[in-house]
């Protein structure tokens, strides 16, 4: 129960992805091995890629990029904040996971259900046996040679019906669990969808590429 709560909540900042610094502003960026436009372009880094910082300049940077190389990039072309193409992939994975996760809590509870039903009708049947017993059992206590067979048969019964009732409290608990979570979980979808219908608003919003 525990997770949901913790997932919904993680869902409203999503902000810790693996690079630190993030490619911004242009189609594409030149990744140099010094600072300045005069040193040799490493790679041409595209807008959204994530990078590592290693050491912060006046106007360039040098950070690591996914491969494991080092360069420098200038400083109007980095931030912090995560793209919303990496929000919206993350979103939509989760949207994912949670409608896989509420499918399987359906599936155990269409189980529970058919579980109750079946505890209900055995609990009906043994209440029916334990009064045909209990009232054979009175008729034929005083002085019947059947007494003692009747009275275990009464007692069996009274037994069974008392492990009945408990599996179909325990059941009923259960079975309410349940139908909290799929709240949850549902209410979860219903967030992520509206997310995803946002950032994808914002991720059609691009720039004109320019090439340093």
């Known amino acids: 129960m525990k997770s949901y709560i913790f997932l919904i909540v993680a869902m409203l900042g999503v902000s810790n992805v693996w690079a630190k610094q993030y490619i911004t502003g242009v189609q594409k960026v030149t990744f140099r091995i010094g600072p300045g436009i005069d040193n040799k372009i490493i790679a041409m880094m595209e807008t959204g890629t994530g990078v590592k910082l290693i050491e912060s300049g006046e106007s360039w940077s040098k950070v690591k990029d996914s491969e494991g190389r080092e360069g420098y990039i200038m400083n109007r072309f980095l931030t912090k904040d ?3 193409e990496l929000r919206y992939k993350w979103l939509a994975g989760q949207h994912k996971k949670l409608k896989e996760e509420l499918a399987q809590v359906r599936d155990q509870q ?4 058919q579980d109750l039903s079946t505890a209900k ?3 009906a049947s043994t209440k029916e046996n334990l009064q045909s017993t209990a ?7 005083e002085g019947s040679s059947e007494y003692l067979a009747l009275k275990q048969k009464y007692d069996a019964a009274k037994s069974t019906l008392s492990g009945l009732t408990t599996k179909v409290d ?8 349940y139908y909290f979570t799929w709240f ?3 209410a979860g979808i219903l967030l992520l969808g509206w997310m995803i219908g946002f950032f994808s608003k914002k991720r059609k919003k691009g720039y004109g590429g320019i090439q340093l």
């Open 82 to 84: 995560v793209p919303y």
């Open 110 to 113: 269409k189980n529970l259900n």
């Open 121 to 123: 009708r055995e609990l």
């Open 135 to 141: 009232s054979n059992y009175e008729q034929l206590k």
């Open 170 to 177: 325990m059941l009923q608990e259960k079975l309410s669990l």
């Open 184 to 186: 949850l979980t549902g």
